[in-house]
């Protein structure tokens, strides 16, 4: 029986998102957001202490939605999905599979915090890695406006050294991604702040504005102009057929391959690349996935449109 209903919910996950594809083709979206309400169902995350407050799950939930629609409503070239719109389970792994078959050019997990002291207060983001420079410079964006515009202060940035493990949901993310604590449900000042609409909508706002000041801050009209890039996975001095087994993979997931042919020390050259993308950053997300496809050479080259 769980089985089923594990099966059940996959197949639900693919049509909200082919659905939100049509969507997203309609409009021309150039850019895709998966926002992450954590936890939901059977799990609570924080139990609310007081009957007139929300669980966690409760509060992620509004605080992710109110931020998808200062999005939808002011970033016209981006998409927002959801992993969840209502109070719903969703496996970890499950989250990470939707944002993966989305292609989300973004992850972002909405928390509220706990501690067994009920002292400790504060925002607080969690990132993959250090190297992850667009996650840690998001989450640096983020916070600095949540403190610059609400009562929340600022606790930093946690990637897995700092916490001594890894978070599931930003280890097995290929795009950059992020997990917000917005504030703690343990200390009752922040709690009432959290529970309450204007809370929720000045932390929502604030996310809001500092990843959309991050973003256009990285894809500018001048450089999208400008610039392309494309993904080298192959350079050799014999001509590769299209009907290769491993440019297959490629294939069946709808990228084209272009061959370059050009004489180096009176030898054929042959440099085989992948897709056009409007920036750096697009195109390192289009080499990860290129590199789980067996590709693990794979990189990114610039070109000129």
Not at 2 to 21: E, G, P, Y
Request: proline share 3%; net charge positive.
């Amino acid at each position: 029986m769980k089985k089923i209903v594990h099966i059940t919910s996959i197949i639900l996950l693919l049509f909200i998102i082919t659905a939100s594809f049509v969507e997203a083709q309609n409009h021309k979206k150039k850019f895709i957001v998966v926002i992450d309400p954590g936890h939901g169902g059977k799990d609570p995350g924080k139990p609310r202490g007081v009957d007139k407050h929300n669980h966690e799950k409760d509060l992620n939930l509004i605080i992710a939605q109110h931020l998808g629609k200062q999005i939808r409503d002011n970033m016209i070239d981006v998409q927002v999905y959801y992993t969840r719109t209502s109070d719903v389970y969703v496996t970890l792994d499950d989250r990470v599979k939707f944002a993966e078959i989305a292609e989300a050019d973004y992850f972002i997990s909405v928390h509220s915090n706990s501690n067994p002291n009920k002292w400790i207060i504060g925002s607080k983001i969690h990132i993959d890695t250090n190297s992850d420079y667009v996650g840690r410079a998001l989450a640096s964006n983020i916070l600095d406006t949540i403190e610059r515009t609400t009562p929340l202060k600022s606790r930093g940035i946690m990637n897995k050294e700092d916490r001594g493990y890894n978070l599931y949901v930003l280890k097995h993310s290929t795009m950059p991604s992020i997990l917000i604590e917005c504030g703690f449900l343990s200390n009752k000042y922040e709690s009432l702040y959290l529970n309450s609409k204007k809370g929720q909508s000045e932390i929502a706002e604030a996310i809001y504005k500092g990843f959309n000041s991050f973003h256009r801050s990285i894809y500018t009209p001048s450089s999208i102009e400008k610039d392309a890039y494309s993904i080298q996975i192959l350079a050799t001095n014999k001509k590769v057929s299209n009907t290769n087994p491993q440019f297959k993979k490629l294939a069946n997931v709808g990228l084209s391959i272009q061959e370059h042919h050009f004489i180096r020390n009176n030898k054929s050259v042959y440099k085989y690349t992948v897709g056009s993308e409007n920036s750096s950053n697009s195109a390192q997300h289009l080499k990860k996935r290129i590199r789980l496809l067996g590709f693990k050479d794979a990189f990114v080259v610039s070109i000129k449109k």
